[in-house]
């Protein structure tokens, strides 16, 4: 079992940066793939980028080059770096964690509450 706890969502304006903060806990939470997907309000929930337990990372084409993907597995920490915001970025940020590493939200089986990110133009 592994719990997930997303923070640091807020209101930022559009060019601003903000970085999210998922915690895990649990016995194997640092050899899983962790992912941070997002909800935009009505629509469906996307993937933003994940990376690998060894540190290997991918994005979705809106956030390479914008976004930075990281964590610390002494932490069992993830962290989402968003820069140049944009108000299309507005939406609910999920955490996610998976034996796979893979784009595909069905494919995590553990996810965190998420944390409301909000930019304004």
């Known amino acids: 079992q592994v719990r997930l706890v997303e923070s640091g969502g807020g209101f930022v304006q559009a060019g601003g940066s903000l970085r999210l903060s998922c915690a895990a806990s649990?016995?194997?939470?640092?050899?899983?793939?962790m992912a941070w997907f997002r909800q935009p309000p009505g629509k469906e929930r996307e993937f933003v980028a994940a990376i690998t337990w060894t540190g290997s990372s991918t994005y979705s084409a809106d956030s390479v080059g914008r976004f930075t993907i990281s964590r610390d597995n002494a932490k069992n920490t993830v962290y989402l770096q968003m820069n140049r915001l944009k108000p299309e970025d507005t939406a609910a940020y999920y955490c996610a964690a998976s034996g796979r590493n893979s784009a595909r939200a069905y494919e995590y089986g553990y996810w965190g509450q998420g944390t409301q990110v909000t930019v304004s133009s």
């Open positions: 649990g016995r194997t939470a640092s050899s899983y793939t």
